[in-house]
């Protein structure tokens, strides 16, 4: 079983506000990934990491940050959040083979 | 660019029938391929994978072929049951290069009791 876990699930905020998604694992995983996905949408790589200190841009353009300060935490950040984020962010990781995903957060921008 | 392509956004089965959900993708350096299973508002969940290595592997009443030679890979479910009634996607890798997942547009199957 998956032990990867995002907070919150689902979120509701005002334009401007900033705003950080959690993600975390407990599998030892060096390489962890930020997926968004809209509705009828492929999941769009948006943020990756090898490992602890390092993180590059996915192939999908995006406002938002990452850090990875620890080898089990790998946090969202969105400075100042606009209708255009609503979306769904899925957090995963993996070793060397399948990326394991946490449940989502639905971000909803108004 | 789209390197992975699910060309029917959805899929009607009858319970008990053979469902069979298509795959094309255009990187000849994936070596690594995945179908996942999503219900709404949830993160996806693994199912089969296959190697590119191989062009069949089997698990339960789940069944992954790859064509290397068309970038082609299907998924059969024999036999579909209504609790598989989901989006499902497809997704590669190069495992040389870090690894990174390519997903599909997903194909939702709705298995009809």
């Known amino acids: 079983e998956a032990d990867i876990y995002q907070t919150p699930r689902y979120l509701v905020i005002g334009t401007g506000k900033k705003i950080t998604l959690e993600c975390s694992q407990t599998?030892?995983?060096?390489?962890m990934y930020w997926y968004q996905q809209d509705p009828g949408m492929e999941l769009h790589l948006i943020h990756y990491?090898?490992?602890?200190?390092?993180?590059e841009k996915g192939d999908l353009s995006s406002e938002s940050t990452v850090s990875r300060i620890r080898t089990e935490h790998f946090p969202l950040t969105l400075e100042s959040a606009r209708p255009s984020h609503t979306s769904q962010y899925l957090c995963?990781?993996?070793?060397?083979?399948?990326?394991?995903f946490g449940q989502g957060t639905r971000l909803t921008v108004v | 660019d789209q390197q992975v392509k699910q060309n029917s956004p959805s899929l009607s089965v009858q319970e008990g029938r053979i469902s069979i959900l298509n795959c094309d993708y255009t990187?000849?350096?994936?070596?690594?391929f995945l179908w996942y299973k999503k219900y709404p508002a949830e993160g996806p969940t693994f199912l089969i994978s296959?190697?590119?290595?191989?062009d069949k592997n089997e698990d339960g009443r789940f069944t992954v072929f790859l064509n290397k030679s068309a970038k082609h890979l299907s998924l059969h479910i024999v036999p579909s049951q209504p609790g598989d009634s989901a989006v499902y996607f497809c997704a590669a890798s190069d495992r040389y290069n870090f690894n990174k997942f390519y997903f599909g547009s997903g194909t939702k199957l709705n298995v009809k009791p």
């Open positions: 990187n000849s350096m994936f070596d690594y």
């Open positions: 599998m030892g995983h060096d390489k």
């Open positions: 990491s090898y490992g602890v200190n390092s993180t």
């Open positions: 995963a990781s993996s070793d060397q083979g399948e990326a394991f």
């Open positions: 296959i190697s590119s290595i191989k």
